[in-house]
């Protein structure tokens, strides 16, 4: 499955699936949830536990950053399938 890479301020690497490779039965459990539990689910459900440690030691704003370049990496935005 292709990965994304993003590295962190810290400089520890964080690899996720693309968002296209995510699971569908993932976003499918998560639609009726509101935005911050879509978010918390998505990445729980598809970071590694080493990725979760890096991610859980970065700032909201560098959480940001790093949902902001795995979003256009993969082109796609959350909430949004690959036929919209």
């Not at 690497?13 to 998560?30: H, Q, W, Y």
């Not at 729980?44 to 370049?69: F, P, S, W």
Request: without cysteine.
């Amino acid at each position: 499955m292709e990965k994304f890479t993003y590295t962190s301020t810290g400089g520890k690497a964080i690899s996720l699936p693309k968002m296209e490779n995510i699971p569908f039965g993932i976003i499918r459990k998560l639609r009726k949830e509101n935005d911050t539990e879509q978010f918390f689910a998505l990445i729980e459900g598809v970071a590694a536990a080493k990725d979760l440690a890096v991610i859980d030691a970065m700032t909201q704003a560098e959480v940001r950053e790093l949902m902001n370049a795995w979003q256009k990496d993969s082109g796609i935005e959350l909430g949004e399938s690959s036929d919209s």
